[in-house]
């Protein structure tokens, strides 16, 4: 995704890593730091979704082998 | 830094946000704990899922072994409380302390309130001994009072008002007063004697209910009302 310019750009930037709207207090800030916001944001969950992904596979050793494709189909 | 916390980041990443109104901290972290404990559409909720065609054991042993505390921390809430409950029975008090670090307390409230009190009182205990007072302080309001009568006594009292500086909800201070065992109260604040929250501590206790207020600033009180 292209960088968004501007504090009104990174703050739309920020909100959409939110999912709803910014307090109204973070308008104020510079866009760079609305950047790093909605970066660490954006970061976060794809770290999450990719740790998660990899737990499961891990964890799916832990269980009797009858029982992971079932698993595995409810993990998709 | 419980957002950089909560983001993976070095707290003094976010520097920039110390000017900001602690309400509205607040209240973007709220926003970003929505987005990473969402469940819906997510392999959060899919793991979630998952856990309902195993025993509470086997997910004991993915839960420490394969995911670790910040995930589970993250999938706590998103399972049912008596079977989440059961699997931290089995879990040991160190794991269920990182566990509590990366947690969100208000999504696992029921979860909280069908462990066993001494359990709880148990991972405060390792919680105070890893000077984790801001994760003690989010957990206060989500806490039933047995539970938080019992960890409050695992606390030694300059936690206690470590602790109370970092509530999540500053309405909790008088309910955190009221569960403190009798005759603890009129010495509590000694212990924040000569540290670096003693300038900040008769200013917060100020704001407690009287009978509490007066029991815990004693001869202080006056000292208090007139600023």
Redesign the interface.
């Known amino acids: 995704m292209p960088r968004a310019s501007g504090s009104a750009g990174a703050l739309a930037r920020l909100e959409e ?4 709207p ?5 308008a104020a ?1 510079p866009g760079e ?1 609305l950047e ?2 909605a970066d ?2 954006t ?3 794809r ?3 990719h ?3 990899q ?2 596979e ?2 799916l ?3 009797p082998r009858l ?1 992971r494709g ?2 595995r189909k ?3 | 830094m419980k957002l950089a916390r909560l983001l993976g980041h070095p707290a003094e990443e976010f520097h920039y946000l110390e000017h900001l109104a602690a309400a509205d901290l607040r209240a973007l972290r709220e926003l970003a704990t929505e987005r990473l404990f969402d469940p819906a559409g997510t392999p959060l909720g899919r793991l979630a899922a998952a856990s309902r065609l195993l025993p509470t054991a086997p997910i004991a042993a993915i839960a420490e072994h394969a995911f670790g505390p910040v995930l589970v921390g993250r999938i706590a809430g998103l399972i049912d409380p008596e079977r989440a409950a059961d699997v931290a029975a089995r879990l040991p008090t160190g794991f269920l302390a990182e566990v509590a670090v990366h947690l969100d307390p208000r999504r696992a409230a029921d979860v909280l309130a069908r462990m066993p009190a001494q359990r709880i009182a148990d991972v405060a205990r390792e919680l105070v001994a890893r000077g984790e007072d801001v994760t003690l302080g989010r957990f206060v309001g989500h806490l039933p009072d047995e539970h938080l009568a019992l960890s409050l006594r695992v606390m030694d009292d300059l936690t206690v008002v470590r602790v109370a500086f970092v509530l999540e909800d500053p309405g909790s201070l008088d309910r955190v007063l009221g569960l403190i065992a009798p005759g603890r109260l009129e010495t509590l604040l000694d212990a924040a004697a000569g540290t670096d929250v003693w300038p900040d501590a008769l200013e917060l206790f100020a704001t407690a209910r009287e009978p509490l207020r007066s029991r815990v600033l004693g001869a202080r009180a006056a000292g208090a009302a007139s600023k």
């Open positions: 890593a939110l999912g709803a910014a307090p109204a207090a973070f800030l730091r790093h916001l660490a944001l970061q976060a969950r770290r999450q979704a740790e998660l992904g737990a499961g891990r964890g050793r832990f269980v029982l079932p698993l409810v993990l998709g």
